[in-house]
């Protein structure tokens, strides 16, 4: 595939590279990224290299697309979001952190819009995912925001630094995404006069 490049007013989505791999190490360190995803704790001091390397590989296979999120204010490094085709199924699941300084700034939730469009209108899928754990509202949210639906909880699904977690999951179909862009339509006139 074309190496795709995706723009919002508030982001830059990249192919994640090695020119990366600084800003990784030093964002995805932090224990607040760890609590609520699967990057290890204490990072490695080889993890953003062996991570990059991996998300390079996933995108010449064509099998994996993790992009760089820049933030476009200040054109700096922050965060990354990947999304993980299933062909068979037309589906796909998404996942993501965003670098501690760049939190509240409503990045995860451009992000996510343009990674869903680029997953239905560039890959074809029929069907994004994602899921959090239940102390993680925040992207919860962010994927509301992104019109992806609740579909429900589920119990003990994940293990988590030796505990069993609930993940709460989203998803989107291409019929919604398909809808949420087509033009409102015109109110019938009622008036008679
Ligand atoms: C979750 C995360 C991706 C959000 O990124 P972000 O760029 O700050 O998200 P946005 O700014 O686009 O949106 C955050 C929304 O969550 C809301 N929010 C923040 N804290 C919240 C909380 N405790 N409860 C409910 N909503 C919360 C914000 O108010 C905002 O919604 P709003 O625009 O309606 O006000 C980021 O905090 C992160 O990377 N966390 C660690 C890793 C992680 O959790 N990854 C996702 C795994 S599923």
């Not at 030093?26 to 990224?33: G, K, S």
């Not at 390079?56 to 099998?63: I, V």
């Not at 509202?137 to 994940?158: D, F, H, I």
Request: aromatic content about 10%.
């Amino acid at each position: 595939m074309k190496k795709p490049e995706l723009n919002s007013d508030l982001v830059r989505m990249r192919p994640l590279d090695t020119v990366d791999i600084p800003a990784v190490q030093r964002l995805a360190a932090a224990e607040e990224i760890a609590r609520n995803t699967f990057v290890p704790h204490p990072y490695p001091p080889d993890g953003a290299e062996e991570f990059v390397q991996h998300a390079r590989e996933g995108w010449r296979k064509d099998e994996a697309y993790v992009f760089a999120i820049m933030e476009k204010a200040s054109e700096e490094f922050a965060g990354c979001m990947g999304i993980h085709p299933e062909p068979a199924h037309h589906r796909a699941v998404v996942g993501y952190w965003i670098g501690l300084p760049f939190w509240g700034r409503g990045l995860a939730t451009a992000a996510l819009r343009l990674i869903i469009q680029f997953g239905f209108e560039t890959l074809q899928l029929n069907r994004i995912a994602a899921g959090h754990f239940p102390q993680n509202p925040a992207s919860g949210r962010v994927m509301q925001k992104a019109n992806m639906r609740y579909e429900g909880t589920l119990r003990g699904s994940l293990l988590h630094r030796d505990e069993y977690r609930d993940e709460i999951r989203y998803a989107i179909l291409r019929a919604e995404f398909e809808a949420s862009k087509a033009p409102a339509k015109k109110t019938k006139e009622t008036a008679e006069d």
